[in-house]
Structure formats: structure tokens, C-alpha cells
């Protein structure tokens, strides 16, 4: 595969692009940018260092991926963004580096979609087959799990978790932990019932479904103490390991649980 360079781009001598890469015009590869195989970079988009960028990614035009932390306490300390492969970076989309304050680095998985305007802070982590729809954003040092959705517009606060499998809606406002397979709404955003519907497209059987949602009962319409429901739930997976997500984020919650 050839490397295809605009002539209108500007790449700094010492970034790194493999095999395959494309790079559009007017588009900015600054210094300690490594670019994996295939990925392409599309007009007026910028990518600055240092970040990493796996196979495969499409980086729309007008991005800005691996930007300086929006962070008052960031003085220029040697931060980074790692990104995975196949992920879709669309137009207007922000990444930024991570900081001293967390681990240094900000960290995305593979195969997610950011769509149009959506962003992520510093020391953000998110696993894979995510999706940030239009608008999408989140605070410095959030986690996502894989297979999470957030719907347009809606935002997490810094320093909040939210579980693989969730489903956050539109418009919703995360200020708390959002455990595994449930569904955020509303603002401040609450627990409104299980993403089913998208469990049943990743291939969880019936059984699956109705052995979460029991697990969804017992934390949020039992009327139990959350320690003792946490128990409960722990009894189930014993049984059920569909349920294990859920017993293994709940003691890492630092900022409670929505409600």
C-alpha cells in the first residue's frame, strides 16, 4: 500500500505513518504522531502529539484529535492519546490528552464512532464498539465501558463510570456511576429500566435479558439498601455470570450509582 501525502498538508519530519495512511489537504500530522496502516486523515483535520493512532481509523475533516488538555492545572507536562483501529472520528470531533493528575494518557478502544461534534476530555478511557452521537461529551477522566451508547446531546460529568452495555439518552445528564446494561435517562440522569433492546442485537438470549432484568429489580425497585441489593445481585451471578459485569462495576463505583 502507498502512503498518499497532499501536497497541502503539513506533516511534521518526525510522525510516523505506516503503509496505507492518507492525508488530505490542509490537514496538520504534528510532531510525535505514530499513524497505524490505513487510516486515513481527511481534509483540515489535526492531529497532534503525542498521540498514537492504530489501523484502519477515519478521521473526518475539521477534527482535532490529540490536542493540548482543556485543563487549568495542564502546563505542558508530556501527555498522550492512544487511539485503537476501525474507529470513526467524525466531523468537528475533539480528543484531547490526558494529564499528570490521572495516569497521563487519554485511552479510546476500537471500532467506536464519535459522530459529529462530540468530546472527549482528558484521561477519558473507552473501550470498544462505542457510540458518541452528535454532541456527545464527556468530563476529564470518565470511563465507558464497551458497547456503550450515548445519545445526542447528552453529557457525563468528570470522574463518572459508566457500564458496558449502557444505553445513555438524549439529552441526559450523567453526575453518577451508571452500572452495566441500564438505561440513563433524564437530567440529572436516573435509572429508567435495561437497554434490552440492544442486548438482544449483540446477541444475549431471552434468558439473559430476563435474568438481567431481575438483576435491574432487585438494585433499583426492591426498596433494598444498596449494599444489600449489591449482595443479592452477587448471590444471582453465581448462577447467572451474565450478571458478573454487574457484580464487578459495582464496588468500583467512586460517585454512587444513578437512581
Given at each position: 500500500m502507498t502512503t498518499i501525502i497532499h501536497p497541502a498538508a503539513s506533516?511534521?519530519?518526525?510522525?510516523?505513518?505506516?503503509?496505507?495512511?492518507?492525508?488530505?489537504?490542509?490537514?496538520?500530522?504534528?510532531?510525535?504522531?505514530v499513524i497505524g496502516a490505513g487510516t486515513i486523515v481527511g481534509p483540515h483535520a489535526v492531529v497532534q502529539g503525542p498521540t498514537r493512532i492504530g489501523a484502519d481509523n477515519r478521521i473526518f475533516q475539521f477534527a482535532s484529535v490529540g490536542s493540548a488538555p482543556q485543563d487549568k492545572k495542564y502546563h505542558g507536562e508530556p501527555t498522550r492519546l492512544e487511539i485503537g483501529d476501525r474507529n470513526v472520528i467524525r466531523e468537528c470531533?475533539?480528543?484531547?490528552?490526558?494529564?499528570?493528575?490521572?495516569?497521563?494518557?487519554?485511552?479510546?478502544g476500537d471500532d467506536n464512532l464519535f459522530m459529529a461534534y462530540?468530546?472527549?476530555?482528558?484521561?477519558?478511557?473507552?473501550?470498544?464498539?462505542?457510540?458518541?452521537?452528535?454532541?456527545?461529551?464527556?468530563?476529564?477522566?470518565?470511563?465507558?465501558?464497551?458497547?456503550?451508547?450515548?445519545?445526542?446531546?447528552?453529557?457525563?460529568?468528570?470522574?463518572?463510570k459508566v457500564g458496558a452495555h449502557a444505553f445513555i439518552a438524549n439529552n441526559a445528564a450523567v453526575t453518577r456511576d451508571v452500572p452495566p446494561f441500564v438505561m440513563a435517562v433524564g437530567q440529572p440522569a436516573a435509572a429508567h429500566s435495561v437497554n434490552a433492546e440492544g442486548l438482544k442485537?449483540?446477541?444475549?438470549?431471552?434468558?439473559?435479558?430476563?435474568n438481567i432484568r431481575n438483576a435491574f429489580r432487585v438494585l433499583y425497585r426492591s426498596g433494598l439498601k444498596l449494599a444489600?441489593?449489591?449482595?443479592?445481585?452477587?448471590?444471582?451471578?453465581?448462577?447467572?455470570?451474565?450478571?458478573?459485569?454487574?457484580?464487578?462495576?459495582?464496588?468500583?463505583?467512586?460517585?454512587?450509582?444513578?437512581?
Open positions: 506533516v511534521a519530519p518526525d510522525a510516523e505513518l505506516a503503509d496505507g495512511v492518507e492525508v488530505g489537504a490542509y490537514a496538520v500530522i504534528g510532531a510525535g504522531v470531533v475533539t480528543l484531547n490528552r490526558g494529564t499528570i493528575q490521572d495516569e497521563g494518557v487519554t485511552a479510546i462530540a468530546h472527549v476530555a482528558h484521561d477519558c478511557r473507552i473501550g470498544n464498539r462505542c457510540v458518541l452521537a452528535n454532541n456527545a461529551t464527556l468530563g476529564g477522566h470518565v470511563h465507558l465501558g464497551d458497547w456503550v451508547i450515548m445519545g445526542g446531546l447528552s453529557g457525563i460529568h468528570q470522574f463518572c442485537r449483540r446477541g444475549f438470549t431471552p434468558e439473559q435479558i430476563r444489600d441489593a449489591t449482595a443479592q445481585v452477587g448471590a444471582l451471578a453465581e448462577e447467572q455470570p451474565e450478571l458478573r459485569p454487574i457484580v464487578e462495576f459495582l464496588p468500583q463505583s467512586t460517585r454512587s450509582i444513578v437512581r
